[in-house]
């Protein structure tokens, strides 16, 4: 079985028992193919974001996808990572104004309500996934490359770990809404956190797994059977 699994952010994939392909390019996953020997299963995974598209810009690309899903379609859905990240060009040049995500967590709980009522109004069934932990002294060394490292430290009150408590705030969320909605959760995080040598699982920027990264989700998400 393989599965496609390529930004871990700005993503929404239907889940069909039937067949698995990817519904914009070839199945690869961040730096390179995933796949699963062995396995006769298989699902069909329908990308509703192109990579770098965020969570406000997507909306025309999901809608156009919207086309694909049919009754009793799984629906996994995450969004956050670079959609809720800082300009950090004006953070570095002026650290001591106030700045504001790119999606402010509020503005990130009204896109996972609107797409879950239209998920369910066409009648699949929504998943959410957590977050990806965040690691952050990898992503405060790419995020401030070329910048004033200084200022953006400033900026974060001294401690890079300030960077992991604002990611967090958005999986947290993740969890709240599935709560209130009735929706499950598929936890992608842990199955990253428990595993020894975290780093080997995450891309230069420290947000996005990378390939092997992306095959323990794949595993997770898969071994769930996504009990809707």
Known sequence: MSFALRDSIKKGA??????ICDGTTSHHGSDGPLSRQGDSSHQ????????????????GSRDRRLKKIK?????????????????????SEAPEATHTPQMTLSDFRSLYE????????LGAKP????????????????VSEGLNKGNILQWLGGDVNRLSEWYEQYSQEVYKLGNE???????IS??????????????????HPNKRGYAMIVESITASRLSV
């Open 190 to 207: 842990t199955v990253l956190l428990d595993r020894r040598s975290l780093g080997d699982c995450y891309s230069p920027d420290g947000m």
């Open 181 to 187: 909605f009735k929706v499950q959760v598929e936890d």
């Open 127 to 142: 998943v959410l996934l957590s977050l990806p932990a965040l690691l952050p002294q990898r992503y405060f060394d790419f």
């Open 71 to 91: 009754p009793g379609d799984v629906v996994l859905l995450e969004f956050a990572g670079n959609c809720c990240s800082y300009d950090w060009k004006a953070v």
């Open 14 to 19: 239907v889940a069909n028992p039937t067949q």
């Open 114 to 121: 609107e797409v879950i009522s239209r998920f369910r109004t």
């Open 44 to 59: 069909e995974v329908c990308h509703f974001f192109s990579f770098g598209d965020s969570g406000k810009k997507g909306t």
